[in-house]
Nanobody
């Protein structure tokens, strides 16, 4: 099991940027594929981005591709989500998630695949 703590959320105007961080502890971080998900009020949790153990493979939801960038620093046990050109539709609670993977190239886009979750951080984009 790995413990995850998100930070970096807040209120930003449309067109602005935020960088979310997710600090991991408890297990060897480099053994985990990582993902970001979000949940807006009244909506289901949805996939945002994922990154493989090595950081060499990433995947994004169509709604954020080209605006968001996921990255990781295994030396700091941290995964990041750089969010640019934010729009009001990006308003949600953002969660990071972890899944232990066997292969360096494995990555997952489905929430049910992930075993460990953070508590979430609120992102609000005003118009």
């Amino acid at each position: 099991q790995v413990q995850l703590v998100e930070s970096g959320g807040g209120l930003v105007q449309a067109g602005g940027s935020l960088r979310l961080s997710c600090a991991a502890s408890g297990r060897t971080f480099s053994r985990y594929g990582m993902g970001w998900f979000r949940q807006a009020p009244g909506k289901e949790r949805e996939f945002v981005a994922t990154i493989s153990r090595s950081g060499g493979i990433t995947s994004y939801a169509e709604s954020v591709r080209g605006r968001f960038t996921i990255s990781r620093d295994n030396a700091k046990n941290t995964v990041y989500l750089q969010m640019n050109s934010l729009i009001p539709e990006d308003t949600a609670v953002y969660y990071c998630a972890a899944k232990a993977t066997l292969r360096l190239s494995d990555y997952y886009t489905a929430a049910l695949e992930y075993t460990d979750w953070g508590q979430g951080t609120q992102v609000t984009v005003s118009s």
